[in-house]
């Protein structure tokens, strides 16, 4: 199995916080968010190789962050990308890395989450299923599920509806950027993306994916900060200066 980390974007929505460091390598109490996710993905014996896309703008701040540590087998992919608006996107970024994949089984996880809880048993749960399975979290706010992908699952978890951004939220469960995809799933991300799907949005593939597939959810708890903007970030450095994190 390989994990993909996507870590491409130029988060235009943090500017100028970010016009010179790349999100994830951001420090959350001390250190870069980056380092607390591959910390995480090591910890799974399953995961043979770590992908990070990355673009060419932000490769300097990866490779030196990469040759300051002793990751083993990961890779960086290079979008070609220099500005906002030559960026592949999450998506295509996923398209963009398939070949790196050697036809295994991908975690894929977004570079900005920052989180307290462990992967292991997640992986454990996708392969018993042999099927897409995709974190979920509570939100615990109607008016924060507006911000991401809402989904309704059935009493076996099974995603049975899945929305992005929706303006009338009917849940607080939401789905967050941790997906496990079976390599012959995974490559409908192709099929999406020439049937006009979008290119940036990993949510909206999901939710594509549900019509197409059984793909099914896993509950999280504990601590989960999407870095998405400048008070999302700061209350993870704050929280995070505060706690052990394990």
């Given at each position: 199995m390989r994990a993909l980390v996507l870590a491409g974007g130029f988060a235009k929505r943090m500017w100028p916080i970010t016009l010179e460091v790349a999100k994830p390598l951001l420090e959350v109490a001390g250190k870069p968010a980056l380092d607390y996710l591959m910390?995480?993905?090591?910890?799974?014996?399953?995961?043979?190789?770590v992908v990070i896309t990355i673009n060419k703008r932000f490769e300097p701040q990866f490779r030196n962050w990469l040759e300051a540590r002793n990751y083993g087998n990961v890779e960086l992919i290079v979008e070609e990308a220099t500005r906002e608006e030559e960026k592949l996107g999450a998506v295509a970024g996923?398209?963009?890395?398939?070949?790196?994949?050697?036809?295994?089984?991908?975690?894929?996880?977004?570079?900005?989450?920052?989180?307290?809880?462990?992967?292991?048993?997640?992986?454990?749960?996708?392969i018993e299923l042999n099927k897409p399975?995709?974190?979920?979290?509570?939100?615990?706010?109607?008016?924060?599920?507006?911000?991401?992908?809402v989904v309704e699952?059935?009493?076996?978890?099974?995603?049975?509806?899945?929305?992005?951004?929706?303006?009338?939220?009917?849940?607080?469960?939401?789905a967050i950027c941790i997906y496990a995809l079976p390599f012959k799933d995974l490559l409908l991300v192709e099929e999406y993306l020439r049937k006009g799907g979008s290119r940036?949005?990993?949510?909206?593939?999901?939710?594509w994916l549900?019509?197409?597939?059984?793909?099914?959810?896993?509950?999280?708890?504990?601590?989960?900060?999407?870095?998405?903007?400048?008070?999302?970030?700061t209350m993870a450095d704050r929280f995070f200066k505060n706690q052990t994190f394990t």
């Amino acid at each position: 199995m390989r994990a993909l980390v996507l870590a491409g974007g130029f988060a235009k929505r943090m500017w100028p916080i970010t016009l010179e460091v790349a999100k994830p390598l951001l420090e959350v109490a001390g250190k870069p968010a980056l380092d607390y996710l591959m910390e995480k993905l090591l910890r799974i014996k399953e995961v043979d190789a770590v992908v990070i896309t990355i673009n060419k703008r932000f490769e300097p701040q990866f490779r030196n962050w990469l040759e300051a540590r002793n990751y083993g087998n990961v890779e960086l992919i290079v979008e070609e990308a220099t500005r906002e608006e030559e960026k592949l996107g999450a998506v295509a970024g996923i398209a963009n890395a398939l070949s790196k994949l050697k036809g295994q089984d991908c975690l894929i996880v977004a570079g900005d989450n920052v989180f307290d809880f462990d992967l292991n048993d997640f992986v454990k749960r996708f392969i018993e299923l042999n099927k897409p399975l995709i974190g979920l979290y509570d939100i615990k706010s109607l008016e924060q599920a507006r911000r991401y992908a809402v989904v309704e699952v059935d009493s076996s978890w099974r995603i049975r509806r899945m929305v992005e951004k929706p303006e009338e939220p009917w849940s607080t469960l939401v789905a967050i950027c941790i997906y496990a995809l079976p390599f012959k799933d995974l490559l409908l991300v192709e099929e999406y993306l020439r049937k006009g799907g979008s290119r940036d949005a990993p949510g909206r593939f999901i939710a594509w994916l549900v019509q197409q597939r059984e793909v099914y959810g896993y509950l999280f708890s504990g601590v989960w900060f999407d870095i998405g903007d400048a008070t999302s970030y700061t209350m993870a450095d704050r929280f995070f200066k505060n706690q052990t994190f394990t």
